[in-house]
T-cell receptor, first 115, second 116 residues
């Protein structure tokens, strides 16, 4: 079974631009979560989607948004990029059994650099 | 608020020596606990998890962890470290609202170096 895939793997943008990152979960997984990883703040939860609905949201500004499609693929968007948005963005998926999620499987991440 | 503390930022051990990485959590209810490992430039790989039941859990690559409710700890152990274990290790707690594990709170990580 293929793992979680994220595209692109690397991205360079300039301040003020916007960016869209994509995540394809493991087949059969309906929950997709996004995390931001930086050296200073570590791993921080951005948001989680389940069946096309945002189920949880972390403490990030409204410039960060996401969505999930009917095939469970997810995208996250960051508008008006700031230097501090440079980070590794990780996507994770999990499957649900009897209403209970199981462990999350992580993708390799997208390395975003904002100049 | 829920939190996870990994008190050791960096640990160096000799190959073949035993390893213990510490993790303490703050959580009101019974937590869902995880250990992940991250190699440079890579995503996170799950080593082991604790949801309920036996407090000593076995994971991949010869790792184990013990959940101690009285100490709010979930320390990771390995009896004999291999050079390939050099990586960064993250402890995480799942909040599990409505059955969801989609919101994990991570510790800051412990970087493990292995001396030949």
């Amino acid at each position: 079974k293929a793992g979680v895939t994220q595209t692109p793997r690397y991205l360079i943008k300039t301040r003020g631009q916007q960016v869209t990152l994509s995540c394809s979960p493991i087949s059969g997984h309906r929950s997709v979560s996004w995390y931001q990883q930086t050296p200073g703040q570590g791993l921080q939860f951005l948001f989680e989607y389940f069946s096309e609905t945002q189920r949880n949201k972390g403490n990030f500004p409204g410039r960060f948004s996401g969505r999930q499609f009917s095939n469970s693929r997810s995208e996250m968007n960051v508008s008006t990029l700031e230097l501090g948005d440079s980070a590794l963005y990780l996507c994770a998926s999990s499957f649900t059994v009897a209403g209970q999620d199981n462990e999350q499987f992580f993708g390799p991440g997208t390395r975003l650099t904002v100049l | 608020a829920q939190s996870v503390t990994q008190p050791d930022i960096h640990i160096t051990v000799s190959e073949g020596a035993s390893l213990e990485l510490r993790c303490n959590y703050s959580y009101g209810a019974t937590p869902y606990l995880f250990w992940y490992v991250q190699s440079p430039g890579q995503g996170l790989q799950l080593l082991l998890k604790y949801f309920s039941g036996d407090t000593l859990v076995q994971g991949i690559k010869g790792f184990e962890a013990e959940f101690k409710r009285s100490q709010s700890s979930f320390n990771l152990r390995k009896p004999s470290v291999h050079w390939s274990d050099a990586a960064e290790y993250f402890c995480a707690v799942g909040e599990g609202y409505g059955g969801s594990q989609g919101n994990l709170i991570f510790g800051k990580g412990t970087k493990l170096s292995v001396k030949p």
